[in-house]
């Protein structure tokens, strides 16, 4: 399957021209949307369908036997830069993105320096320029990420932060947190919790379990985040600050934020794909490509992940994109960093091993990965309504492939998805009606 | 001498017991039988491995099981390297893919590796695309020659495996020698019992096929074999027990405790022994005692492991 049409909308048609993507199948939950259609585009945005003189010099691209959703928009990832810029940078990680049907992305500020003051967050930004999707900075809690003072939420959301997150760690104190969850209420910014009590987790290199039992490596229990969401989950209750639970993985914290749901606390989370599919079975030969933190749970944990997911308890489906290079994880199992690169594997994981089998529509994907995460992140996207923003993508659901590390657009290769098959391809990325991404070379069917 | 149908081992390394079938335990406690009688010779040497050169690649502190596979490799005539270091590859400087490297490229046939970590010495194999691997114990994972210098102690003393009761009192969290005495007795069906502390006791053990038991009476009650591991006396600091004296009174093996177990039961330990701690020397030194047995059978195994997994046993079964 292949579009016509000109490389670039920003060439022919300009990004001013007008453009349409037609015969394609619009899923677009936000509209309560599904059905064959022609989508129009102008200056960037989606537009109604103009009248027929001026319909005619349209670019055109066909979509036909392919769907036409709404941009992805990515609630966690680790662009690693600036500091890390050997395992990713905003430029690498917005094409990466674009490659994976993701127009929007939160990016971590686990970076060196950390991203905790307005200038850091002004960087980002600017080196977001002209990426291929659009980089949309989340700023630390505390200073240096240490837990101790409060970063400057007016100054950070000003110069364009979504949200806070002292990414990869929990805040020790809970005063702090509560103070956090306070303060950061005049900017209605959510707070990130990366939930995991250091005591319990240290040392630990997988979920603890028969596995880890198996195998002799320390293990990292369920209790290690579930005791700090319930604590955090208490002081966003308390505090009637809004929190935002990050990568969950256990059942047990599924259970905690539904219930505090029904309580009416200000929450929302999110789960990965990878802690949506894969178990700790699947460590048994100690490929470091599986070491992920939290670590990948029982399967257990995933059918309540998924439980969540389709009941709504879990809202969104984020990425948790995380480069490690290939010295980073070529040695020893415990000495290897955790983490797993996710964005160009996300929608076609999702897709293959969640909509295709039947245990979640293609409807409420595409709400999970685009339309939840924008408005937890209160940004523009998540829609092809009319007036909106031009991301989108083109996904060709019978298209298969072999994720294949090497190909990927991200500077590093460590995905725990490497040799699977998967099915759904995304075939053209479109971001603010320019196209981000086009898939090169497409085999035929 | 039993017999046995096979006549050479399937598998190219030994990473653990876990994946090793009856008939290859079998075939190698038959063969380390056979090397019994070789170290009985006034020339305690045979040219089974003339020619082949081994690496014994020490990344972590040992002297026992290091002396132990050394003496096996001259006795078998093979050429031997050693290489000690303590401490991660990382801290160390070279990776140990980088490692795995250098010993391909001095064609070296197999390797003997003791590690840290969990895990390493299937990593070095993955690395190597000739050399054999022997693991020489791997973190908390598998230490499959010791595994198998017990079972042929265990055999020697009683006879059979089959149907044993073998009671594993101590550390089994952090212990290699319970994980690979577990996988090699179960599979030659015997019944084992893990006893100790909660907190040293790993979660779901009893998938691998253990009965597991808190109490040290109910573990020795009617056992065969009781096999008492090495307490690590830094547990203390990370709270696993909250003292060495505690620890004896409940689960110390003196000769009052060793008499709920069969009037002829055997008494091991994977050595070096905290002497009044997990074991009372009246019964570390009693006619009970097998230790000194494991350390004997402890190079004519990892004599046996080295003659199979270097090309023995295919022209010439023991």
Request: hydrophobic share 40%; net charge negative.
């Amino acid at each position: 399957m292949r579009p016509d049409g000109p490389d670039t909308l920003g060439g022919a048609a300009g990004a001013t021209g007008l453009a349409v993507i037609r015969n394609g199948r619009i899923v677009d939950p936000a509209c309560s949307r599904d059905e064959q259609g022609d989508l129009w585009m102008r200056g960037g945005r989606i537009v109604d369908r103009p009248a027929d003189d001026e319909a005619k010099s349209a670019a055109v691209i066909d979509a036909a036997g392919l769907l036409v959703l709404p941009g992805l928009v990515d609630l966690h990832a680790h662009l690693c830069e600036p500091g890390f810029e050997y395992r990713e940078t905003v430029e690498s990680g917005a094409l990466a993105a674009a490659a994976g049907g993701i127009t929007a992305v939160a990016c971590m500020p686990d970076t060196d320096p950390v991203i905790d003051d307005g200038p850091t967050v002004e960087f980002i930004r600017e080196r977001a320029e002209g990426a291929a999707s659009k980089i949309h900075p989340i700023a630390a809690i505390t200073a240096g990420r240490r837990g101790e003072r409060l970063t400057e939420a007016g100054e950070l959301a000003e110069a364009g932060a979504v949200a806070l997150s002292d990414a990869g760690r929990s805040i020790g104190n809970p005063a702090i947190l509560r103070r956090a969850l306070e303060y950061s209420r005049m900017f209605d910014l959510p707070i990130f919790v990366h939930c995991e009590d250091p005591s319990l987790s240290a040392g630990g290199h997988m979920h603890e379990g028969s596995h880890a039992t198996r195998l002799g490596l320390k293990g990292i229990p369920s209790i290690a985040e579930e005791t700090v969401a319930a604590r955090d989950l208490m002081l966003a209750e308390w505090t009637g600050g809004r929190i935002h639970v990050t990568h969950a993985s256990t059942a047990v914290t599924v259970e905690l934020i539904r219930s505090a749901k029904q309580r009416g606390v200000r929450v929302t989370a999110d789960a990965s794909p990878h802690h949506l599919v894969l178990t700790d079975e699947s460590l048994s030969t100690y490929d470091t490509h599986l070491k992920i933190n939290p670590p990948l749970r029982s399967k257990a944990d995933v059918d309540g992940l998924r439980a969540g997911l389709a009941d709504g308890t879990i809202d969104a489906v984020a990425s948790d994109h995380t480069p490690r290079s290939v010295d980073e994880k070529n040695t020893e199992f415990q000495e290897a960093l955790p983490g797993a690169t996710g964005l160009e594997t996300m929608l076609a994981v999702v897709f293959t091993e969640l909509v295709r089998p039947g245990l979640l529509s293609l409807g409420d994907a595409v709400k999970a990965m685009s339309t939840s995460p924008a408005g937890i992140l209160g940004v523009e996207g998540g829609s092809l309504a009319s007036g909106g923003p031009a991301d989108l993508l083109l996904f060709d659901p019978d298209g298969t492939w072999t994720v294949d590390a090497a190909s990927f657009k991200s500077r590093s290769a460590n995905s725990p998805f490497t040799g699977r098959a998967l099915e759904g391809r995304v075939i053209m990325t479109i971001v603010g009606g320019r196209v981000s991404y086009r898939r090169d070379a497409p085999e035929s069917p | 001498m039993a017999k046995n149908r096979l006549r050479a081992l399937r598998h190219r390394h030994l990473i653990g017991l876990e994946d090793y079938s009856r008939e290859e335990i079998g075939l190698i406690l038959d063969t380390a039988d056979s090397f019994k009688e070789v170290i009985r010779r006034p020339i305690r040497k045979v040219p089974a491995l003339r020619g082949k050169n081994v690496v014994n690649l020490f990344f972590e502190s040992s002297t026992r099981t290091r002396l132990s596979f050394e003496l096996a490799e001259k006795q078998l005539s093979a050429d031997t390297l050693n290489f000690t270091s303590t401490g991660s590859s990382v801290s160390k400087g070279e990776s140990l893919s980088d490692t795995a490297r250098n010993i391909e490229a001095m064609q070296v046939d197999c390797v003997v590796v003791r590690h840290a970590a969990a895990g390493a010495p299937l990593f070095l194999s993955q690395c190597l695309s000739s050399a054999v691997v022997i693991n020489a114990g791997d973190g908390a994972h598998e230490h499959p020659t010791q595994g198998l210098l017990d079972l042929l102690t265990m055999r020697d003393a009683l006879g059979r495996l089959e149907g044993l009761k073998v009671a594993l009192i101590g550390d089994i969290a952090h212990s290699r020698v319970a994980r690979s005495n577990i996988w090699g007795l179960r599979e030659m069906g015997a019944d084992v019992v893990v006893c100790g502390p909660p907190t040293l006791i790993p979660v779901d053990i009893e998938e691998m096929g253990v009965e597991v038991c808190y109490r040290l009476a109910d573990a020795l009650r009617g056992a065969d074999v009781v096999y008492a591991l090495r307490i690590q006396l830094e547990r203390q600091q990370e709270a696993f027990f909250p003292s060495q004296r505690e620890y004896t009174r409940l689960f110390g093996i003196d000769p009052e405790r060793l008499e709920l177990a069969k009037p002829d039961a055997i008494v091991m330990h994977p050595g070096p022994i905290n002497r009044g701690v997990e074991l009372d020397s009246r019964v570390a030194d009693s006619g009970r005692s097998v230790i000194l047995d494991q350390v004997t059978n402890g190079v004519a195994v990892r004599m046996a492991v080295l003659y199979l997994l270097n090309g023995g046993g295919e022209r010439d079964a023991a």
